[in-house]
Nanobody, 122 residues
Framework: QGQLVESGGGSVQAGGSLKLSCAAS?????MGWFRQAPGKEREGVAG????????SYADSVKGRFTISQDTAKNTVYLQMNSLKPEDTAMYYC??????????????????WGQGTQVTVTS
């Protein structure tokens, strides 16, 4: 249940797109993406309830980022469009049982990936 392998990070110019992938070794009700930039707090970017397909996003990424899942591959994706320099951060995949705190709360998650760097240049 606990192993998460991320891929897809990189460097892109502002306005560009990247797609992150997270392959999980087991099933968890909630999966999500968090990010942390140097000197800033960790931020819940997007989450998905794998049972219902319900998704949730941080206000800062709504309309630009899309979280999705491939149940057959046990993989979750984060499609990031219209990237901005302020999106630059280490992005972490996470999984857990979920909680009433919601899909973008760290309290909903137990397992964390190693992170993948996203850099957006102006």
């Amino acid at each position: 249940q606990g192993q998460l392998v991320e891929s897809g990070g990189g460097s892109v110019q502002a306005g560009g797109s990247l797609k992150l992938s997270c392959a999980a070794s087991g099933y968890n009700n909630f999966m999500g993406w968090f990010r942390q930039a140097p000197g800033k707090e960790r931020e819940g970017v997007a989450g998905i309830d794998r049972r219902s397909g319900i998704t949730s996003y941080a206000d800062s990424v709504k309309g630009r980022f899309t979280i999705s899942q491939d149940t057959a591959k046990n993989t979750v994706y984060l499609q990031m469009n219209s990237l901005k320099p302020e999106d630059t951060a280490m992005y972490y995949c996470t999984a857990g049982r979920g909680s009433l705190f919601g899909l973008t709360s760290p309290y909903s998650y137990t397992y964390w990936g190693q992170g993948t760097q996203v850099t957006v240049t102006s």
